[in-house]
């Protein structure tokens, strides 16, 4: 440092000394030097810092009561202000509880309105013929029996209005004979030969619709809104899907039909089909089944169908409603077309499903699965790569001639009432009546008591044993016995996630005056084109279930969710933590 400088501090201390023996007020200016430190001077000490008591610390909280409890000075005060902090937490905690619990098992909301639509989409109409099965009598007049018989049971079709028929009017033997020609003559493709079967001697579209009118008269061709579709009820004549759209008020929002009949002097059963005793009978036998559905329903229910016969009029009032559920795959299905598409129907709905994944699906028929060859017809495009036999289909249906039955005790015994004979010592050594005493022997039969010489009446039961068959079970007892097995199959099967539905109501009168013999008409209109909307709607979102908890604990300990992290970070700055 030079001379001069330090002769100039001296001077301004000097200064500063006789201003401040002064009592000047004049402001003074201070110089500092500071000398350049040195690099192997020592750090400074560090301070140590005093630990917080927990008093300190909870009383910085900002949650409600706590810190009127840690400094009130009378013991009284602050007994009063720890209950209301215990109690006030406590009901934040419970309240915080039902609030998280509405997050994770409350259902959503459902919201209804009323919507009205200017153009409105009609069902889907189903068209059978249980009875005939749309089999033109004139031209099957050479068609056989057991020929008919052996493609019906040989696609695994079983007619459910009419089961006697199998008991009492086939030979079951005949019909395996002629299986095996129709599985040689079309190279073991019983769907072709259904094919060719109504191709030849099925009625056609005209023969079965007179007229159809869409928008109370606009006519329009009957054959471009019905399509032929099988079921599993046999064939039908479905409307296809958006074929029929309503618009226009009310008044015009319907589509009207008719169905033709033959002349009564005219209508024939086919020969190979039970015949009518009378005229009641030959009505039946006329009628067609007429079902609303709001897909293709190729399941084997009746329940929304009704009959309808010569000069008859129905009146068909529909509602429409639209639901919409949220996309969530334990509830709907959300792309039935996609990753749940059914492997034999066309259409997705869960009563279709039901019956494909509980029986279609799981047949095993004398030691092997196979696939009933109907689904072919069901599907078009698909090929089934193991077809059941008439073998497995008669399994199936617990379908047999009589003369396979096993007779019994019993049976034997009123037999032998009736001849001079003991049918047990004749049958004795060529089988069993009692297979669980003698497991050497095969069971006696019908076909056994054919060899026994009978004579009178006991020939005549002998007789009508051999010539009958059993009954057998649809296809509906079938599912029924598999549901207890298969649950699963059944709760797997769940509804689409958007959907139409219709409700309707139907009056139903004979109008000889207004329908002239032999026809029918079915008329369908929309009583409102007001649509009912159920639309399933989700629960608050997490940012808003943050909200609702920062608002609880508002609401109980008037503090926001900053105030309880800063409570949290107190405690751990309590616990020694320095944070």
Same mark, same amino acid.
């Not at 401040?20 to 004049?26: E, H, M, V, Y």
């Not at 008020?249 to 005793?277: G, M, N, T, V």
């Not at 409102?528 to 940012?543: D, G, L, W």
């Given at each position: 440092m030079?001379?001069?400088?330090?002769?100039?501090m001296?001077?301004?201390?000097?200064t500063k000394?006789?201003?401040?023996?002064k009592?000047?007020?004049?402001?003074?200016i201070?110089s500092?030097i500071t000398?350049?430190?040195s690099?192997?001077?020592?750090p400074p000490? !560090?301070?140590?810092?005093?630990?917080k008591?927990?008093?300190e610390?909870? !009383?910085?909280? /900002?949650?409600?009561?706590?810190?009127e409890?840690?400094?009130?000075?009378?013991p /009284?005060k602050?007994r009063?202000?720890?209950?209301?902090?215990?109690?006030s937490n406590?009901?934040?905690?419970i +309240?915080?509880? =039902?609030? %998280? *619990?509405?997050f994770?098992? !409350?259902?959503?909301?459902?919201?209804i309105?009323?919507?009205?639509?200017s153009q409105l989409?009609m069902?889907?109409? +189903?068209?059978?013929?249980p009875?005939s099965?749309f089999?033109?009598?004139?031209?099957?007049?050479?068609?056989s029996?057991?020929?008919y018989y052996?493609i019906?049971?040989?696609l695994? %079709?079983?007619?459910?209005d009419?089961?006697?028929?199998?008991?009492?009017?086939m030979?079951?033997?005949?019909? #395996?004979?002629?299986?095996?020609?129709i599985?040689?003559?079309?190279k073991g493709?019983?769907?072709?030969?259904? $094919?060719?079967l109504?191709?030849k001697?099925?009625?056609?579209?005209e023969?079965i619709f007179q007229?159809?009118?869409?928008?109370y008269? +606009?006519?329009v061709? @009957?054959?471009?809104?019905?399509?032929?579709?099988?079921t599993?009820n046999?064939?039908c004549?479905?409307?296809?899907?958006?074929s029929?759209?309503?618009?226009g008020?009310e008044?015009?929002a319907?589509?009207?039909?008719r169905?033709?009949f033959?002349?009564?002097?005219d209508?024939?059963?086919? +020969? =190979?089909?039970?015949?009518? #005793?009378?005229?009641?009978?030959i009505?039946?036998?006329? /009628?067609?089944f007429v079902?609303i559905?709001?897909f293709?329903?190729?399941?084997p229910r009746w329940?929304?169908? &009704?009959?309808v016969?010569?000069?008859e009029?129905f009146?068909?009032?529909?509602?429409q409603? *639209?639901?919409?559920?949220l996309?969530?795959?334990?509830?709907?299905?959300?792309?039935?077309?996609?990753?749940?598409?059914?492997?034999? &129907?066309?259409?997705y709905?869960?009563?279709n499903?039901?019956v494909?994944?509980?029986m279609?699906?799981? $047949?095993s028929l %004398?030691?092997?699965?196979?696939?009933?060859?109907?689904?072919e017809?069901?599907?078009?495009?698909?090929?089934?790569?193991?077809? @059941?036999?008439?073998?497995q289909?008669?399994k199936?249906?617990n379908y047999?001639?009589?003369?396979?039955?096993?007779i019994?005790e019993?049976?034997?015994?009123?037999?032998?009432?009736?001849?001079?004979?003991?049918?047990?010592?004749?049958l004795?050594?060529?089988?069993?009546?009692t297979?669980?005493?003698?497991?050497?022997?095969?069971?006696?039969?019908?076909?056994?008591?054919?060899?026994?010489?009978?004579?009178?009446?006991?020939l005549d039961?002998?007789?009508?044993l051999?010539?009958a068959?059993?009954?057998?079970?649809s296809?509906?007892?079938i599912?029924?016995?598999?549901?207890a097995?298969c649950?699963p @199959?059944v709760?797997?099967? %769940?509804?689409?996630?958007?959907?139409t539905q219709?409700?309707? /109501?139907?009056?139903?009168?004979?109008d000889?005056?207004?329908?002239p013999?032999?026809?029918s #008409?079915? =008329?369908?209109?929309?009583?409102?084109?007001?649509?009912?909307?159920?639309?399933?709607?989700?629960r608050? !979102?997490i940012?808003?279930y943050?909200?609702?908890i920062?608002?609880? &604990?508002?609401?109980?300990n008037?503090?926001s969710?900053?105030?309880?992290f800063?409570?949290?970070?107190?405690?751990?700055?309590g616990?020694?933590?320095?944070i």
């Amino acid at each position: 440092m030079s001379s001069a400088q330090v002769a100039k501090m001296k001077e301004n201390s000097i200064t500063k000394k006789n201003n401040i023996a002064k009592g000047a007020s004049a402001p003074v200016i201070l110089s500092t030097i500071t000398a350049p430190s040195s690099p192997s001077s020592p750090p400074p000490p !560090s301070i140590p810092v005093r630990k917080k008591t927990w008093t300190e610390v909870m !009383s910085q909280t /900002s949650i409600q009561a706590i810190p009127e409890a840690i400094n009130s000075k009378r013991p /009284s005060k602050r007994r009063i202000w720890i209950a209301v902090a215990i109690i006030s937490n406590v009901c934040c905690v419970i +309240h915080l509880y =039902f609030l %998280l *619990q509405t997050f994770i098992v !409350s259902p959503n909301a459902v919201s209804i309105s009323i919507e009205r639509r200017s153009q409105l989409t009609m069902p889907r109409i +189903h068209v059978c013929q249980p009875t005939s099965r749309f089999i033109d009598t004139n031209l099957a007049a050479n068609v056989s029996a057991a020929y008919y018989y052996a493609i019906e049971l040989g696609l695994g %079709l079983i007619r459910s209005d009419e089961p006697l028929q199998y008991k009492y009017r086939m030979d079951l033997a005949e019909v #395996e004979r002629e299986y095996e020609n129709i599985m040689r003559t079309f190279k073991g493709n019983i769907a072709a030969a259904h $094919l060719d079967l109504y191709d030849k001697y099925g009625m056609k579209c005209e023969a079965i619709f007179q007229n159809c009118r869409i928008l109370y008269e +606009h006519q329009v061709n @009957c054959c471009d809104i019905f399509e032929p579709v099988y079921t599993l009820n046999g064939l039908c004549w479905v409307s296809k899907k958006g074929s029929i759209v309503v618009s226009g008020p009310e008044s015009l929002a319907s589509f009207r039909f008719r169905l033709k009949f033959p002349k009564y002097s005219d209508f024939k059963i086919p +020969h =190979f089909l039970p015949q009518p #005793e009378n005229s009641d009978d030959i009505y039946s036998a006329m /009628s067609y089944f007429v079902g609303i559905a709001d897909f293709l329903d190729q399941s084997p229910r009746w329940n929304d169908k &009704f009959i309808v016969g010569p000069q008859e009029w129905f009146e068909i009032k529909l509602t429409q409603t *639209q639901i919409t559920w949220l996309d969530n795959s334990d509830v709907c299905v959300n792309d039935p077309d996609n990753e749940r598409t059914l492997r034999f &129907f066309q259409d997705y709905d869960s009563t279709n499903c039901a019956v494909e994944r509980l029986m279609l699906r799981n $047949l095993s028929l %004398l030691n092997s699965s196979c696939e009933l060859p109907l689904v072919e017809l069901m599907k078009p495009g698909y090929t089934t790569d193991k077809p @059941c036999s008439l073998s497995q289909i008669l399994k199936l249906y617990n379908y047999y001639r009589m003369e396979d039955q096993p007779i019994t005790e019993e049976v034997a015994n009123v037999l032998s009432d009736l001849v001079n004979f003991s049918i047990p010592e004749s049958l004795a050594g060529q089988c069993s009546l009692t297979p669980q005493k003698n497991l050497t022997l095969s069971r006696c039969t019908v076909r056994h008591l054919k060899q026994l010489n009978f004579t009178g009446e006991a020939l005549d039961i002998v007789d009508s044993l051999d010539k009958a068959n059993s009954v057998p079970q649809s296809i509906l007892s079938i599912m029924a016995k598999l549901q207890a097995e298969c649950q699963p @199959c059944v709760d797997s099967c %769940l509804p689409s996630c958007e959907s139409t539905q219709h409700t309707f /109501s139907k009056e139903w009168r004979t109008d000889r005056r207004r329908i002239p013999l032999p026809e029918s #008409e079915i =008329f369908l209109f929309y009583s409102t084109k007001n649509v009912q909307v159920i639309e399933e709607q989700p629960r608050q !979102s997490i940012s808003e279930y943050i909200a609702m908890i920062g608002g609880n &604990f508002g609401v109980w300990n008037g503090a926001s969710l900053i105030s309880f992290f800063h409570f949290f970070a107190l405690v751990m700055i309590g616990m020694g933590f320095n944070i």
